[in-house]
């Protein structure tokens, strides 16, 4: 079968899935920074037909189709029915039946696998999954006789033994009339999508597929896979990134983030990626071919990224007002009291004083934030930033040209204009804690005996670049030390965004950075 047919079913809610799909649909969920849908497709050819049943966040799948995946042949059925009594797969499924009077696969969009099995067409068959750590009651069950399938039972209590195995979510229907005429033997009030494979077993024989699937249809099982294929968890849920080989495309829950980023990318086309798009809660654009500059971590490229970024980025002069002072202080001060206060609310026993790192005292938010110079902090440099210039979001591309990706849509209520100082303390904080490196788990925490103990990631020519970079400061008449209270309040600003214990990390180690430079440390008792 050259071009084959597919249908998806992305209709349900994904409720096991819990806060995971509150905002986005469970096909958009993402490892390795591809979706699931994404790789669901990248296991057809190209050609094919792509049936996509769309309910629940249905509109957030067709865009996000359409603009991360172009060129490929989809058809979307809108399915209304998709939550409550007479929902289901079947439900879903049967309201595709019209583009599917012809030999189809079958997938559910929470399923994924390894093995090529578009080629296997000669029969109908069902893919198979054994483990004795699966519960039978929640998956329809495949009893079978070596490969043959003789018995399918829907979501019940089954004894496992070497017959039995579950069916994953994917299936090949060769013969479609046989399968849709077992629709019509049930009453419609909740159709199973057994009904069409039973039908097919009274007259022909459906085989088992024993099949390599991951499931991420449950909160564990996602959360599961998120480890084992990117070492931590890095996720947010209301903004997530996806990456393939021709497209990078971002989803926000809130779509005005994404007009705001367009709005400001379309201002500098010379730094940010060009040819970039936007639709509704996404933003596209082509892949870059490079690298971030976490591979090329050396005084070298850092000072040819610092005169890159004073010619091209904080290039224009903007005069300062006392409207950007008050955005400044409303931006460092009242964005970080409701930060911390919202870290409190979830970790209320982590703010004391008598916690101790590297043998001195970590005092309490409020006796650091007492000693610090808020209307100096707010006296910021306006300029055309990023902000969020870590060396995650810069590329040095193959053509040996620097490009920004992933610019802040704002700095407080101002929509183009930031403080340079925040550019240079992003700049200064992905140095401190090398963030490619966290991502991939080389971070621990551990308290004990109210002393806390942190392993941060650097590399070993970080001291050196530190160094350098703060010459650089200090050579062209910048504040170094605004710079670096900037960078610990931007670290106790990121606490609450991330999961234990990376957000534990940035709350400790940023209390402590700013002691240390604020010259609050003393020896614990």
Not at 291 to 300: F, G, M, R
Not at 427 to 453: A, Q
Request: with cysteine; aromatic share 16%; glycine share 4%.
């Amino acid at each position: 079968m050259t071009n084959p047919t597919v249908c998806i079913l992305t209709s349900g809610t994904g409720s096991r899935l819990g806060f995971y799909t509150k905002k986005k649909n469970k096909s958009l969920l993402s490892l390795n920074k591809k979706s699931i849908i994404s790789k669901i497709f990248e296991n057809f050819p190209k050609n094919s037909e792509f049936i996509v049943s769309i309910g629940y966040k249905g509109k957030q799948v067709r865009d996000f189709i359409k603009i991360h995946h172009p060129d490929l042949n989809v058809k979307f059925v809108e399915v209304k029915n998709y939550r409550g009594k007479g929902s289901g797969p079947g439900t879903s499924l049967f309201k595709c039946k019209k583009y599917l009077q012809k030999s189809f696969f079958f997938v559910s969009c929470d399923t994924i696998w390894k093995k090529k099995i578009f080629n296997i067409t000669n029969f109908d068959w069902m893919g198979s999954y054994s483990s004795k750590k699966i519960n039978t009651k929640n998956f329809c069950n495949l009893i079978s006789n070596k490969n043959n399938i003789y018995k399918i039972i829907d979501k019940k209590r089954v004894k496992k033994t070497n017959n039995s195995s579950i069916f994953v979510g994917l299936a090949f229907i060769k013969n479609y009339k046989l399968f849709w005429e077992g629709f019509k033997t049930k009453s419609f009030a909740e159709p199973q999508v057994s009904l069409g494979f039973n039908n097919i077993l009274k007259r022909k024989v459906i085989k088992k597929i024993n099949i390599d699937w991951e499931d991420t249809g449950t909160k564990k099982n996602y959360e599961d896979l998120i480890i084992k294929y990117e070492k931590y968890n890095f996720n947010k849920d209301n903004q997530q990134i996806y990456i393939s080989k021709s497209k990078v495309t971002k989803y926000f829950a809130d779509k005005n983030i994404v007009n705001k980023i367009y709005n400001k990318g379309v201002l500098k086309k010379k730094i940010f990626p060009s040819n970039f798009i936007k639709k509704n809660n996404f933003i596209s654009y082509d892949y870059i071919e490079g690298s971030t500059l976490y591979n090329y971590y050396n005084k070298n490229s850092l000072k040819l990224l610092l005169n890159f970024l004073e010619n091209n980025l904080w290039n224009e002069k903007i005069k300062k007002s006392n409207s950007f002072k008050n955005i400044c202080r409303d931006f460092y001060f009242n964005k970080t009291i409701n930060r911390v206060r919202t870290f409190k609310k979830k970790y209320k026993y982590l703010d004391i004083n008598n916690l101790n790192f590297k043998k001195k005292r970590i005092l309490k938010i409020k006796d650091i934030f007492r000693k610090i110079d808020w209307n100096y902090i707010s006296d910021g440099t306006p300029k055309f930033i990023h902000g969020d210039l870590q060396f995650d979001n810069i590329l040095f591309t193959n053509n040996k040209k620097f490009k920004l990706i992933d610019w802040r849509p704002n700095f407080g209520k101002s929509n183009i204009i930031g403080d340079q100082y925040y550019d240079f303390a992003k700049l200064l904080g992905g140095l401190e804690i090398n963030y490619d490196l966290i991502k991939k788990n080389k971070f621990s925490l551990r308290l004990y005996n109210n002393n806390i103990f942190m392993k941060i990631p650097k590399r070993k020519k970080t001291k050196d670049l530190i160094n350098f970079f703060e010459n650089y400061l200090i050579k062209n008449g910048y504040n170094l030390l605004k710079v670096k209270i900037i960078t610990g309040l931007i670290f106790l600003n990121m606490s609450p965004l991330h999961k234990e214990p990376f957000d534990k990390l940035l709350f400790f180690f940023g209390k402590y950075y700013l002691q240390k430079n604020l010259g609050l440390l003393k020896n614990a008792n």
